[in-house]
């Protein structure tokens, strides 16, 4: 009770008024149950050094309240509190954790049960997918940001396009028509809060609860979880070194409407989708009028010469959703990610996005498009580029030199994290398990696939980690794996 009366948020509150809460918040939590005696006036304030009156003012309240009872003689007690319109005893705590279970539709069970996506807060060596944030220009984001309020002024204030605003879209359109080797201009452009927006997007317009998808196997759990989410059935195809394997998506008699796939850095085998697989699933599409999905999350950072084309600028069926995110290539804070769209679907698609979110944010779309137009967006990359590059370099030394009893690992060409299969028998979870136990994040793979037929074996993320970091976490991952294996 003291803790609570000393809470800052109760601060502005007579000191009657905040006994008086207190007692009311014990009295409905359950703790002091019906007919319990309350202390004597003179002796709570003795204890809570305030004056008798005090106590005396926040005891008639709960007495005019109907929270306790007064016997002039005998005390204070807690009242049988009754709900006011059911007359019905008012559920203690204990009760009503036991009823906490909500009534949902059986979609938002589901939702609730896949746990979502969160990601770390505060992320911690190895975990996956996190670009470095802590080197970003700052103060260049700050002196754009101003420069679009000058011009921009209060418009900038009120609502804005639900595609996006039209020189984010225009810039980039430029870089992914440069860059990825698409064909999009701005007006194929939608911009969304994120790449996992995009593909719940996907899955609610273009299928139907029921529907297939193909998706790769191993997966990245997000897009998982937004297609089940929608109700869609799963159907899990085999990746290998060069990516998601096409035999049975062109030969499947149970056809799917669309397939979902990570070219440039399957996620999470870091394999790159060889070209005669592009091309046949391009013409897959076109023949089944089948959508391609393909998300290119990180193939800014591409380490071993210049990443291949993204499918969507071979495609001549129109049948690609390209997805894009800032979230690897700037900070995942920004929520911005897009899609480039075939020109069918813009309409609809954007008239979709109304119903989630209206639009995002004017003022990070304004400042992010002037970062690109000025250049700084490309420069940007190629820095961080370089220091991603050297951060895998340093990992991949690493773990040959510290966890070669352990594990193998799987060097990629790209991207911001390392696949290590398991090599000395340990289960999966049980490295887990151990690495967490002294700070380190693994990310298991066998969980990513379907079929439950994966190897065993972790992702490590290296970009947001300097190589000291990176140095230390991989020592004290080789002690817990070693103490695991002979405890
Ligand atoms: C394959 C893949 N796609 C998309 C995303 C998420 O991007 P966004 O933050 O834009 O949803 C991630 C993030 O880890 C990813 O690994």
Redesign the pocket.
């Known amino acids: 009770m003291k803790a609570w009366l000393a809470h800052p948020t109760h601060a502005e509150l007579p000191l009657h008024a905040r006994i008086q809460r207190a007692v009311r918040q014990l009295i409905v939590d359950g703790a002091l149950g019906p007919g319990r005696p309350l202390p004597a006036s003179r002796a709570l304030a003795r204890s809570l050094s305030v004056s008798r009156d005090t106590v005396e003012a926040a005891y008639s309240q709960l007495h005019a309240e109907g929270f306790i009872d007064r016997r002039v003689g005998s005390g204070s007690f807690v009242a049988e509190v009754k709900a006011f319109s059911t007359g019905q005893r008012v559920p203690r705590r204990e009760a009503l954790q036991r009823h906490k279970e909500p009534s949902l539709s059986r979609r938002g069970a589901a939702m609730s049960r896949s746990g979502g996506v969160r990601e770390q807060l505060v992320p911690r060596p190895f975990a996956p997918?996190v670009p470095e944030t802590r080197s970003f220009p700052l103060s260049l984001w700050e002196r754009l940001e101003r420069q679009v309020l000058k011009e921009t002024g209060t418009q900038a204030l009120l609502h804005g396009d639900p595609q996006g605003a039209e020189p984010l879209r225009r810039a980039i359109a430029d870089y992914v028509n440069l860059e990825r080797g698409a064909r999009a201009s701005a007006d194929r452009v939608l911009v969304l809060t994120?790449?996992?927006q995009a593909m719940a997007l996907c899955a609610n317009m273009l299928l139907d609860p029921g529907d297939r998808i193909f998706i790769e196997d191993p997966a990245?759990y997000?897009?998982r979880k937004a297609f089940d989410a929608a109700g869609l059935e799963c159907v899990p195809i085999p990746v290998d070194d060069q990516g998601i394997t096409v035999e049975r998506i062109l030969s499947q008699p149970p056809k799917a409407k669309a397939v979902f796939l990570?070219p440039s850095h399957q996620?999470p085998t870091g394999a790159t989708l060889a070209l005669d697989r592009r091309l046949a699933l391009i013409e897959w599409a076109g023949k089944h009028q089948a959508w391609i999905i393909e998300?290119d999350?990180d193939s800014e950072f591409h380490y071993a010469g210049k990443p291949t084309a993204c499918m969507q600028g071979l495609d001549p069926h129109d049948r690609t959703i390209y997805i894009g995110?800032f979230?690897?290539s700037l900070f995942?804070g920004l929520r911005i990610?897009y899609v480039v769209l075939p020109p069918q679907l813009v309409n609809p698609m954007t008239v979709a996005r109304t119903l989630l979110d209206g639009h995002t944010a004017s003022m990070a779309q304004l400042t992010l498009a002037r970062f690109m137009e000025g250049g700084h967006f490309g420069a940007y990359v190629r820095a961080m580029r370089g220091i991603y590059s050297e951060r895998l370099d340093t990992l991949a030394g690493l773990v040959r030199t510290h966890l070669s009893a352990f594990v193998e690992p799987r060097i990629p060409i790209g991207g911001l994290q390392m696949p290590c299969v398991l090599t000395c028998g340990l289960p999966e979870c049980t490295a887990i398990d151990a690495a967490r136990r002294v700070g380190v994040e693994l990310l298991g793979l066998s969980g990513l696939h379907a079929s439950g037929d994966g190897k065993a074996g972790f992702l490590m993320g290296f970009a947001a980690y300097t190589p000291i970091e990176l140095d230390v976490a991989v020592r004290k991952l080789a002690g817990a794996l070693q103490a695991a294996k002979s405890p």
């Open positions: 997918g994120s790449s996992q990245y997000g897009a990570t996620f998300d999350y995110t979230t690897k995942p990610g």
